[in-house]
């Protein structure tokens, strides 16, 4: 069964304009999270959508937004980019499994140079 | 913040057993323990996860103490493809994706 596929892979923005990433679960999986990984901060939780809807959210700015669509494919969005975003951003789909934990596949990410 | 404590790095010979072990002592009654690995510049794999008892599957054991708050992920016979970063995580169940990552155990299997 296919993975977590995120598009671009890689990509080079400068300062001041907006990026689109996307993301495609695992077919049946309805959760998906989005992570940014930096040097210096780690892995930092993003947001997550499941069913259409924002479930949770990180401690980021309103820059970062995201969506999800009728077939769970995600989309998220930096707008305004700063040098600060250069980072890995990755995504994930979810499935339940053994009475309730939670079972994350990550993509293999999308790597945004702001220069 | 993340939940748990590891140490930043460990080194294991080829073919031993690595033993990495973290501490989680404020955790909830309905929290699992979920260990992931990344290796350099991939997304992270997921290992395995134990809520309160061990665990055992095709890459790792888990072992959870009794009061569950500490754990140990045990690799058997480590590679050198084991080279990785090793998260330890507590969350809920619930297939909630908001999953908090610490520093997480760099470890280096050497030859």
């Known amino acids: 069964k296919a993975g977590v596929t995120q598009t671009p892979r890689y990509l080079i923005k400068t300062r001041g304009q907006q990026v689109t990433l996307s993301c495609s679960p695992i077919?049946?999986?309805?959760?998906v999270s989005w992570y940014q990984q930096t040097p210096g901060q780690g892995l930092q939780f993003l947001f997550e959508?499941?069913?259409?809807?924002?479930?949770n959210k990180g401690n980021f700015p309103g820059r970062f937004s995201g969506r999800q669509f009728s077939n769970s494919r995600s989309e998220m969005n930096v707008s305004t980019l700063e040098l600060g975003d250069s980072a890995l951003y990755l995504c994930?789909?979810?499935?339940?499994?053994?009475?309730?934990?939670?079972?994350?596949?990550f993509g293999a990410g999308s790597r945004l140079t702001v220069l | 913040d993340a939940k748990t404590t590891q140490p930043p790095s460990m080194d294991c010979a080829e073919g031993r057993a690595a033993n990495l072990p973290c501490n989680h002592s404020?955790?909830?009654?309905?929290?699992?323990v979920y260990w992931y690995r990344q290796i350099h510049s991939q997304g992270p794999q997921y290992i395995i996860h134990?809520?309160?008892n061990n665990e055992t599957n095709e890459m790792a054991s888990l072992i959870i103490t009794e009061d569950r708050k500490s754990s140990t992920l045990i690799l058997p016979h480590a590679t050198l493809r084991d080279t990785a970063v090793y998260y330890c995580?507590?969350?809920?169940?619930?297939?909630?994706?908001?999953?908090?990552f610490g520093k997480g155990t760099k470890l280096s299997v050497k030859p």
């Open positions: 994930a789909s979810t499935m339940t499994v053994f009475g309730g934990a939670n079972v994350l596949t």
């Open positions: 077919s049946g999986h309805r959760s």
């Open positions: 959508y499941f069913s259409e809807t924002q479930r």
């Open positions: 404020t955790i909830s009654g309905n929290e699992y």
């Open positions: 134990g809520l309160k």
């Open positions: 995580i507590v969350g809920a169940g619930g297939s909630q994706g908001n999953l908090i």
